[in-house]
């Protein structure tokens, strides 16, 4: 059962307040990755969960901020939330088990770099960030 709208609205805003695009039904998944298949997409899986809170959603804040490259576009879909986007989204790695949170990079629409959760619980902010910033200087123009 999904959380409070009112309790998930700030996770929800640590990513759309730096750029992310919120993809909230299927539909919308559709036309995002449609979208994508020229560039570098970067898809932030969120959760509710203590490692997107002290980890995920600040590592990759800090991976945007950074100097360098960065992907041309930005979308995310909140798993436990928004349960059909997210599955529809899940859909565009299908090989990759359900991992929240997670981060998916997309070269003109291929999966190119994944980072799931065990990547991303037990490790600092600005370790998972120096991970998402090589990936975006070895992938974005």
Avoid: W
Avoid at 63 to 75: C, I, N, T, V, Y
Avoid at 77 to 106: G, K, N
Wanted: aromatic share 8%; hydrophobic share 40%; net charge negative.
């Amino acid at each position: 059962m999904p959380y409070s709208p009112l309790l998930v609205k700030p996770m929800r805003e640590e990513l759309t307040s730096i750029g992310f695009k919120e993809l909230l039904t299927p539909d919308e998944v559709d036309a995002a990755m449609d979208g994508a298949n020229t560039g570098v997409t970067l898809v932030a899986v969120n959760s509710v969960s203590g490692c997107a809170a002290g980890m995920a959603r600040p590592g990759v804040r800090l991976a945007l901020e950074s100097d360098g490259r960065l992907p041309d576009r930005l979308f995310t879909v909140f798993d436990e939330q928004d349960v059909e986007a997210t599955a529809r989204m899940r859909s565009h790695f299908p090989d990759i088990p359900p991992s929240s949170p997670s981060f998916a990079l997309f070269k003109d629409g291929e999966l190119i770099y994944f980072v799931p959760r065990h990547r991303i619980e037990g490790r600092d902010a600005q370790a998972l960030a120096a991970d998402l910033t090589a990936a975006f200087e070895e992938y974005c123009q």
